[in-house]
C-alpha cells in the first residue's frame, strides 16, 4: 500500500473504541449491536475474498482476513470489558440516593490538606458495599475520596471499612465522595504490605533532606506528590517540569535497560532476561503511584519481554 503503509490493525482499533463507546452509551445491546456490525464486515470480506480467488494478486497484497477477525475479536473483548467495568459502577446510582451506607475500600494515597487542622484526604479503591452492617456485602467498583483526621489516618495500603453518605463526584479523578468516618481498618498484607514497605523505607531516607527537595524527589521516584504543596506543584507545573513528578514509561524503560542490559552482560538466557525484567517492572508498579500510565508502561513491558 504505497504511501499508506500496512494499514492491517487499524480495523482492531476503530473495532475497540466503537464497541467500547457502544457499549458504555447503550449497554449490553449496543456491545451486541457493534460487534454484529463487525461480523457482517468479516463475512463481506470473506465473500469478496471467495469472488477474488482465482485471480492474480500481486505477492505483496495485504490478507485482510486476518485483519477483520482480530477487529471481531477486539470487538468483543473491548464491549466485555466495558460492560464489566460499567456493572461494578452502577452500585453508584444506588448509593447516592442520600442513605447512609459502608463501603470496604483499599487506601490509595494519602494526603495531607495544605491547611492545618483540616485533615487527611483519603483516595479510596472501593471493593464493596452494603446498606447496614445487618445485610452481605455487594460488589462495588471506583475511586472515592474522603476526608478524615490527621491522627489514626489508616496509611496507604490499607484496607478499610468506612461509613457515611456517598456524593457522585461532578468530574475529574473520583467517582464520588464519601462524607462520613473510618469505622476500622486493617495493614496491607502480602506483595501490598512488601511494597508499602519498601515504599517507606525510601521516603525515611529522605528524612534528614530540605522539605521541598525531598517532596520533589519523592515524587520523580515514587510518583507520591502527597509531599508537594500547591506552590511547589504550580511552581512545577509553571516551569513545564510536572512530567517528572508522574511514574510514566521512563521510569519502567530505564528499570528495564538496566536490569535487561546487566542480565545480559552476564550471559543469562533470553528467558531468563525476560522475566527478571519483567519481574523489576511489576515490583516497580507494586511500589510506585501512577494509575493509568503505570499500567500501560507494565503492558508495554510484557510485550517487550515475551518479544
Known amino acids: 500500500m504505497p504511501g499508506w503503509g500496512d494499514l492491517r490493525l487499524a480495523p482492531a ?3 475497540a473504541w466503537t464497541a467500547s463507546l457502544a457499549a458504555g452509551a447503550w449497554g449490553a445491546r449496543g456491545a451486541a449491536l457493534a460487534i454484529a456490525c463487525w461480523l457482517l464486515v468479516a463475512a463481506a470480506v ?31 473483548v473491548a464491549s466485555g470489558t466495558a460492560l464489566g ?13 442520600g442513605a447512609v451506607i459502608e463501603v470496604a475500600a483499599r487506601v490509595g494515597e494519602s494526603r495531607t490538606l495544605d491547611t492545618p487542622g483540616e485533615g487527611v484526604v483519603l483516595r479510596l479503591s472501593a471493593s464493596g458495599w452494603r446498606p447496614s452492617a445487618h445485610e452481605a456485602w455487594r460488589d462495588a467498583s471506583g475511586v ?3 476526608v478524615v483526621e490527621a491522627d489514626g489516618a489508616p496509611p496507604r495500603g490499607s484496607q478499610v471499612r468506612a461509613r457515611g453518605r456517598v456524593t457522585a463526584a461532578a468530574g475529574g479523578a473520583v467517582d464520588g465522595l464519601l462524607d462520613g468516618a473510618v469505622l476500622d481498618w486493617v495493614d496491607s498484607q ?19 533532606v530540605d522539605p521541598t527537595a525531598g517532596a520533589m524527589v519523592r515524587g520523580m521516584v515514587l510518583g ?7 506552590q511547589l506543584v504550580s511552581q512545577v507545573r509553571v516551569s513545564g517540569l510536572a512530567h517528572l513528578t508522574a511514574v510514566s514509561g521512563a521510569h519502567f524503560a530505564i528499570l528495564a535497560a538496566a536490569v535487561g542490559g546487566a542480565l545480559r552482560r552476564a550471559r543469562a538466557r533470553p528467558a531468563v ?9 511489576a515490583a516497580l508498579a507494586a511500589t510506585v503511584s501512577g494509575g493509568g500510565s503505570v499500567v500501560r508502561a507494565v503492558a508495554m513491558a510484557a510485550i517487550a519481554a515475551a518479544a
Open 13 to 15: 482499533a476503530v473495532s
Open 46 to 76: 470473506s465473500g469478496v475474498r471467495r469472488t477474488l480467488r482465482g485471480r492474480a494478486l500481486r505477492a505483496d497484497s495485504p490478507s485482510w482476513g486476518p485483519a477483520v477477525v482480530l477487529a471481531v475479536v477486539a470487538a468483543a
Open 85 to 97: 467495568e460499567a456493572g461494578s459502577r452502577a452500585w453508584l446510582d444506588h448509593a447516592t440516593g
Open 144 to 146: 472515592l475520596a474522603m
Open 190 to 208: 502480602g506483595w501490598r504490605g512488601a511494597a508499602e514497605r519498601s515504599r517507606q523505607s525510601f521516603v525515611g531516607l529522605l528524612s534528614g
Open 224 to 230: 507520591d506528590t502527597s509531599a508537594m504543596g500547591d
Open 273 to 281: 532476561v525476560a522475566g527478571a525484567t519483567l519481574a523489576a517492572c
